[in-house]
């Protein structure tokens, strides 16, 4: 069954910049959350006679925009709004990549060649090119966004418990199941996958990161979220715009990103060194 957690395994895979990401992850997840509550300001109300204020500014502590909107404010709502479309998207891809690698590392055979073969499908495209063509042809949105982000992650998780499930399935507890004729939907969810679920838990965070960042650069093409609703994609891109008057918006929106990319991605490696010893003996 699954492994018991060792402690001492997690203070060796949290080193101390893992712990700082860890702690950036948490800061951000609890300012998207309170955002309503704690922004200064109405991230939309515009005061256009105090557009451009710096750093520092009485009432702005970030500053304003082009169209005198509190950055602070248009910050910490467009934290939640590239969390909640990346969860959502980390989400779909993980319930339906997990189940399309179950299936397929546990039956073998035909459904082996349907399963992974419609993973395959989904990488003969590049993520960027795929996701472009769909919010063209449907339009952009949150929902939008979500859906086809879900899609394009899937093969992260499909193909990795379809690796773990290949090493699991003919274990000596996946054969008593069957043995006692436990259905099938018994063995996936009861027997193999708590035994595959650390690889899977460590790869949450890294899809979170990658979502992030392809929603970020979507939204910077304008294909994202829309107009007016705050994104920090739509923000680097505004701040691109008006570098030469103000470079705040842009420093700010993209150190916001940077940051958060990089602090889930650290998030993901310590996890796996810490859930999946096997990953560490690999490397």
């Not at 994202?224 to 923000?235: A, D, K, L």
């Given at each position: 069954m699954m492994q018991r957690l060792d402690t001492r395994r997690l203070t060796r895979s949290f080193t101390p910049l893992r712990w700082a990401a860890f702690a950036f992850v948490v800061l951000v997840i609890l300012a998207a959350t309170l955002?309503?509550?704690?922004?200064?300001?109405?991230?939309?109300?515009?005061?256009?006679?105090?557009?451009?204020?710096?750093?520092?500014?009485?009432?702005?502590?970030?500053?304003?925009?082009?169209?005198?909107r509190d950055l602070l404010s248009r910050l910490l709502h467009g934290a939640r709004v590239e969390l909640v479309v990346a969860l959502g998207a980390s989400l779909v891809a993980a319930v339906l990549g997990i189940t399309l690698g179950l299936l397929g590392g546990y039956f073998g055979r035909w459904?082996?060649?349907?399963?992974?073969r419609t993973v395959e499908?989904?990488?003969?495209?590049?993520?960027?090119?795929?996701?472009?063509?769909?919010?063209?042809?449907?339009?952009?949105?949150?929902?939008?966004?979500?859906?086809?982000?879900?899609?394009?992650?899937?093969?992260?998780?499909?193909?990795?418990?379809?690796?773990?499930?290949?090493?699991?399935?003919?274990?000596?507890?996946?054969?008593?199941?069957?043995?006692?004729a436990a259905p099938t939907g018994v063995i996936l969810a009861r027997a193999i996958l708590p035994n595959v679920s650390g690889a899977l838990i460590a790869q949450f965070p890294i899809t979170l990161a990658n979502a992030i960042l392809l929603g970020s650069g979507l939204s910077y093409l304008g294909l994202?979220?829309?107009?007016?609703?705050?994104?920090?994609?739509?923000?680097v891109a505004a701040g691109q715009r008006f570098m030469p008057v103000d470079p705040t918006m842009l420093i700010i929106s993209s150190i916001a990103v940077t940051l958060t990319v990089l602090s889930f991605g650290l998030l993901g490696d310590a996890l796996r060194d810490w859930l999946d010893p096997k990953s560490r003996r690999r490397r």
């Open positions: 955002a309503p509550w704690i922004s200064p300001h109405d991230p939309l109300a515009q005061d256009i006679p105090r557009r451009f204020l710096p750093i520092g500014s009485p009432d702005h502590l970030l500053g304003t925009d082009e169209f005198g459904v082996e060649l349907l399963t992974m499908v989904i990488l003969a495209f590049p993520p960027i090119v795929l996701a472009l063509l769909i919010v063209t042809i449907y339009g952009s949105g949150q929902s939008t966004l979500i859906v086809i982000m879900g899609l394009l992650f899937i093969p992260a998780f499909a193909r990795l418990t379809f690796g773990q499930t290949l090493g699991v399935r003919s274990a000596e507890y996946v054969e008593a199941a069957r043995a006692f994202g979220i829309t107009p007016p609703t705050p994104s920090w994609g739509g923000m």
